[in-house]
């Protein structure tokens, strides 16, 4: 039995996993570019720190692409299980976002009644 529910939260974490990650991006590079954008001296060096944010807008972008494809794992019956582990170690990695965990719970269990339906 597929996670439809799952499948959806999965979905809408990895939406906004994404658009998290893409403002990172754009944070990241006003740090990057201050130096020649802003005239004047800046305390601390904004570079180190766009890098820093950058780096955190590639592992963001990974963890949202993940999402959405453990999200296509759910709707598949013989998947669901294998999804809801997937998505429930994610979002737990991934800073405790609770939508992934509900939906990792939800694939979990019912993917765990595909397993006793055919156990039957």
């Given at each position: 039995?597929?996670?439809?529910?799952?499948s959806?939260?999965?979905?809408i974490?990895?939406?906004?996993t994404?658009?998290?990650s893409v403002?990172?991006?754009?944070?990241?590079?006003?740090?990057?570019?201050?130096?020649?954008i802003?005239?004047?001296?800046?305390?601390?060096?904004?570079?180190v720190l766009?890098?820093?944010?950058?780096?955190?807008f590639?592992?963001?972008?990974?963890?949202?692409l993940?999402?959405?494809?453990?999200?296509?794992?759910?709707?598949?019956s013989?998947?669901?299980?294998k999804?809801?582990?997937?998505?429930?170690?994610?979002?737990i990695?991934?800073?405790?976002?609770l939508l992934?965990?509900i939906?990792?719970i939800?694939g979990i269990?019912?993917g765990?009644?595909?397993?006793?339906?055919?156990?039957?």
């Open positions: 039995m597929e996670s439809k529910i799952g959806v939260l999965a979905l974490s990895g939406i906004l994404i658009i998290v403002i990172l991006f754009i944070v990241a590079m006003l740090f990057i570019l201050a130096p020649s802003l005239p004047g001296k800046m305390e601390g060096n904004p570079v766009g890098l820093f944010l950058l780096f955190g590639a592992v963001a972008l990974v963890i949202g993940i999402k959405l494809w453990v999200s296509r794992l759910m709707k598949n013989e998947t669901t299980t999804g809801g582990i997937i998505i429930l170690v994610v979002g990695i991934g800073g405790g976002d992934a965990i939906a990792g939800l269990v019912q765990g009644k595909v397993l006793e339906s055919v156990t039957k």
